[in-house]
């Protein structure tokens, strides 16, 4: 018999349409490790929303989540559809599934300015370096130098997409490898824990376009070079509950504590770097020395206590303007007839 999650509910339900990525995709492995926590995490899939612009990466929400809602956007715009569908309605849960592409090139934009905001959301970025969907040719995040077959030689200095959330204000920003399962769940389960944009930038290999040893965004390099920033565990009260009870194996003063906005906790225990990822100008620091020197360090980049996201900027109602009744939506004549008296 499956094993079920705290709603009576099998992996298999959280499942979608069969993928028609090329095999061996990274992005297909992230769907896979987004299946998997939401299904631990006993996610309630009616209260979630998908949402996704254009290009390989935003195909992927197709294929996790099937009884969820969904959009697929223009290219580059779906911050936009993001910001409409969470002001009209701030109870539900938003998931985004971007590229290097989508967010680093005609959406580029709008990734600063939803960040800006602070809409409540994840938002991954299925990051491979190429325009897969178009036969290869060089994305904005591709390695300066690279060569590909069909394209030439790329000339232009790549944009680090984590290192511009976090100078855009970002109060959750962090980078994984598609192919480390464990960190990809473990940072999944905390960006959904947070209140406000959490961006994840997961390299993702393209194993068809570009998985050359030499490009920082390939399969082997992700193996071989991945320097973890700390190893890292996420717990809360109510997901203790559904797995074997965490165990701790370390002493006092080799740990930093992040607490999540809803009393849940990241832990990270120093691995290779003196690494503390409440400390902006390091994140910063750290990230463009990565860059300098093409090290692939993944963990919680940065994290800050969260900010006010739009819904509170706005003052909107705790009710959901989908859900508001149009008596309170629409104004009086008396209401509107003393407005226009003020703009006399």
């Not at 996704?52 to 989540?65: N, Q, V």
């Not at 701030?90 to 592409?101: F, H, K, Q």
Request: aromatic content about 6%; glycine content about 8%; some cysteine.
């Amino acid at each position: 018999m499956a094993k079920e999650n705290i709603l009576g509910l099998s992996r298999e339900d959280y499942k979608a349409g069969d993928s028609t990525l090329c095999p061996g995709c990274g992005h297909n492995s992230i769907s896979n490790q987004i299946i998997s926590i939401a299904f631990e995490l006993g996610l309630k899939q009616e209260n979630l929303i998908k949402m996704s612009g254009i290009g390989c990466s935003s195909k992927s929400p197709a294929y996790f989540l099937g009884r969820s809602h969904a959009f697929n956007s223009i290219h580059g715009r779906m911050p936009s559809v993001v910001t409409g569908a969470t002001t009209a309605n701030r109870s539900l849960t938003t998931l985004a599934v971007s590229g290097d592409g989508d967010s680093g090139s005609i959406g580029f934009g709008q990734f600063k300015h939803l960040i800006r905001r602070n809409i409540p959301m994840v938002y991954i970025i299925e990051n491979n370096g190429v325009y897969g969907l178009t036969k290869g040719q060089f994305s904005a995040t591709a390695d300066e130098g690279q060569t590909l077959k069909h394209y030439g030689t790329n000339d232009l200095p790549p944009i680090d997409l984590a290192l511009e959330a976090v100078i855009s204000g970002c109060s959750f920003v962090a980078r994984s490898f598609s192919g480390d399962s464990k960190q990809v769940q473990t940072l999944l389960k905390a960006a959904l824990s947070h209140n406000g944009t959490a961006v994840l930038d997961i390299i993702s290999p393209c194993v068809t376009f570009n998985n050359s040893p030499d490009s920082t965004k390939s399969y082997p390099y992700g193996k071989e070079n991945e320097v973890a920033l700390h190893d890292i565990e996420f717990f809360t009260p109510d997901f203790i509950m559904e797995r074997e009870e965490i165990t701790a194996d370390y002493d006092t003063g080799e740990a930093i504590t992040v607490k999540m906005h809803d009393g849940s906790h990241l832990r990270l225990r120093k691995v290779d770097e003196d690494y503390d990822p409440r400390n902006r100008a390091l994140a910063i620091n750290t990230l463009e020395r990565a860059q300098r020197e093409q090290l692939f360090l993944t963990g919680l980049l940065y994290y800050e206590e969260p900010r006010q996201t739009l819904a509170e900027t706005l003052h909107l109602s705790e009710t959901p303007l989908s859900q508001t009744p149009e008596a309170l939506l629409r104004p009086s004549r008396e209401a509107l007839a003393e407005i226009m008296k003020g703009m006399m």
